[in-house]
T-cell receptor, first 115, second 114 residues
């Protein structure tokens, strides 16, 4: 079974631009959540999607948004990039409630650098 | 809101020795999970061990075991027979119920020395 796939792995943007990151969950997993990892703030929850609906949202400004498609693939978008948005963005998937054991399965992340 | 505290930013241990990583948390919830995740230099977060709050028995996974003290809100990880491949950042994490939202500690960088 393929793991969680995130694309792109690395990208460089300039301030003011926008970026879209993609996450393909493990086959059969319908929950996808996103995390931001920075040296200063550590790992912070961004949002979680299930069956194309946002179920939970962390404390991030509206510039951070996401969506989920009918095949459970998810994208997150950051608009008007700031230097502080430079981070590793991690995606994690998990199965439905009946099969959920608490474990989230993480991808390798997308490293965003904002210049 | 939940908080997770890891007070040891860095630790080292000799190969084959035992090391314990500390974690405390704060919550008013009764139904929750606690986790230790490992993030090696390759960056992929990997689950090491999981503990459900309602279970009194401490979880074990091969060389990894936890000491779960619910009243004290403490959740330490013991790694026995440390191996070079255990070198990684270790994160303690909390999940309320089945909310799929993890609250992470700040991490402990563990280095296993040959």
């Amino acid at each position: 079974k393929a793991g969680v796939t995130q694309t792109p792995r690395y990208l460089i943007k300039t301030r003011g631009q926008q970026v879209t990151l993609s996450c393909s969950p493990i086959s059969g997993h319908r929950s996808v959540s996103w995390y931001q990892q920075t040296p200063g703030q550590g790992l912070q929850f961004l949002f979680e999607y299930f069956s194309e609906t946002q179920r939970n949202k962390g404390n991030f400004p509206g510039r951070f948004s996401g969506r989920q498609f009918s095949n459970s693939r998810s994208e997150m978008n950051v608009s008007t990039l700031e230097l502080g948005d430079s981070a590793l963005y991690l995606c994690a998937s998990s199965p439905d409630r009946g099969l959920f054991t608490g474990e989230l399965f993480f991808g390798e992340g997308s490293r965003l650098t904002v210049l | 809101a939940q908080t997770v505290t890891q007070s040891q930013p860095e630790m080292s241990v000799q190969e084959a020795e035992t090391v314990t990583l500390s974690c405390t948390y704060d919550t008013s919830e009764n139904n929750y999970y606690l986790f230790w995740y490992k993030q090696p230099p390759s960056r992929q977060m990997i689950l090491v061990i999981r503990q459900e709050a309602y279970k009194q028995q401490n979880a074990t996974e091969n060389r990894f075991s936890v000491n779960f003290q619910k009243a004290a809100k403490s959740f330490s990880l013991k790694i026995s027979d440390s191996q070079l491949g255990d070198t990684a950042m270790y994160f303690c994490a909390f999940m309320r119920g089945s909310a799929r939202q993890l609250t992470f500690g700040s991490g402990t960088q563990l280095t296993v020395l040959p």
